[in-house]
């Protein structure tokens, strides 16, 4: 499967905005959930948004919330994730990862990246 780098998190004012990126370096032939994952101390890691490996149009993108907006660069294998009008609870460290079947699912992930910090200060 792929290695993943996140990166792009940072400390931010409550409204601000963050675009965090991940980096596939290789992955497999097919088509595969790439997704967005956010945890916050103490609690599960949580699905945010996912599109899919290859995909060319945001038809089949998904997202937890309009301020979510999943985007690809399949060019540099490159998913993003634009935050907007953040707010202290959407604080947290965001993974991204690769997987197969329901894409809503935690257990569905396989290859996650070390994740990338946001903390959003009221």
């Known amino acids: 499967q792929g290695q993943l780098v996140e990166s792009g998190g940072e400390s931010v004012q409550a409204g601000g905005s963050l675009r965090l990126s991940c980096v596939a370096s290789?992955?497999?032939?097919?088509?595969?959930?790439w997704g967005w994952f956010r945890q916050a101390p103490g609690k599960e890691r949580e699905w945010v948004g996912n599109?899919?490996?290859?995909?060319?149009?945001?038809d089949r993108v998904n997202a937890k919330s309009d301020r979510f907006t999943i985007s690809q660069d399949n060019s540099k294998r490159t998913l993003y994730l634009q935050i907007n009008e953040l707010k202290p609870e959407d604080s947290g460290r965001y993974y991204c990862?690769?997987?197969?079947?329901?894409?809503?699912?935690?257990?569905?992930?396989?290859?996650w990246g070390q994740g990338t910090q946001v903390t959003v200060s009221s």
């Open positions: 990862g690769l997987g197969g079947g329901n894409c809503f699912r935690l257990s569905s992930y396989k290859d």
């Open positions: 599109s899919f490996t290859g995909q060319s149009s945001a």
């Open positions: 290789l992955y497999s032939p097919g088509t595969y959930c």
